[in-house]
T-cell receptor, first 115, second 115 residues
Framework: AQTVTQSQPEMSVQEAETVTLSCTYD???????LFWYKQPPSRQMILVIR??????QNATENRFSVNFQKAAKSFSLKISDSQLGDTAMYFC????????????FGTGTRLTIIP | ETGVTQSPTHLIKTRGQQVTLRCSSQ?????VSWYQQALGQGPQFIFQ???????GRGNFPPRFSGLQFPNYSSELNVNALELDDSALYLC??????????????FGSGTQLSVL
């Protein structure tokens, strides 16, 4: 079974600063996907970024980037030039390849961007 | 806008009752998954349906059941409600993008309170 751990329940940062959210996971699988999802007060899960484990290059999406360390089973999210709209819960998630879309989520980090 | 609609948005039931939650996804989304998100936790996988058949199940008892219909709608049924069933229930449908990646689209959830 897979587990995902987010050790930072809450974080806050000033607007325009950079913040890094941590995530570690445990699995015996070699092929899998990792995700960061954002859940604003509207409750809808929004995909922020996706990483395929077979890719060594870290994924980036505009102001969002990850630091994927496969051997260490670490997958952190960096948000650059943070904006007020980034305020939300952030969840790290794991999915096996051909895993019937079963996502295993961490417990989340509540991120607050301070004006 | 993900094209996934859940109803109702909020629901209050009493212990022992039965409840049906509904999800409507986009045309062509053949797979639908349901997740339970308890307060302060990450979502947990309940089950998945593919072309109207159950295609994977998490650690939930049989009183959690589902249906998927040819019109891309689906239902989550919970019998004999317990207090611990109080949670946000999320529906997610999937589609493949132009890059050959499978992408999940989440609804905004149904908040169920069991008294």
């Amino acid at each position: 079974a897979q587990t995902v751990t987010q050790s930072q329940p809450e974080m806050s940062v000033q607007e325009a600063e950079t913040v890094t959210l941590s995530c570690t996971y445990d699995t015996s699988e070699n092929n899998y996907y990792l995700f960061w999802y954002k859940q604003p007060p509207s409750r809808q899960m929004i995909l922020v970024i996706r990483q395929e484990a077979y890719k060594q290059q870290n994924a980036t999406e505009n102001r969002f980037s990850v630091n994927f360390q496969k051997a260490a089973k670490s997958f952190s999210l960096k948000i650059s030039d943070s904006q007020l709209g980034d305020t939300a819960m952030y969840f790290c998630a794991f999915m096996k390849v051909f895993g019937n879309e079963k996502l295993t989520f961490g417990t989340g980090t509540r991120l607050t961007i301070i004006p | 806008e993900t094209g996934v609609t859940q109803s109702p948005t909020h629901l209050i039931k009493t212990r022992g009752q039965q409840v049906t939650l509904r999800c409507s996804s986009q045309s062509g989304h053949n797979t639908v998954s349901w997740y339970q998100q308890a307060l302060g936790q990450g979502p947990q996988f309940i089950f998945q349906y593919y072309r109207e058949e159950e295609n994977g199940r998490g650690n939930f008892p049989p009183r959690f059941s589902g249906l998927q219909f040819p019109n891309y709608s689906s239902e989550l049924n919970v019998n004999a409600l317990e207090l611990d069933d109080s949670a946000l229930y999320l529906c997610a449908s999937s589609a493949w993008n132009a890059e050959g990646q499978e992408k999940l689209f989440f609804g905004s959830g149904t908040q169920l309170s069991v008294l």
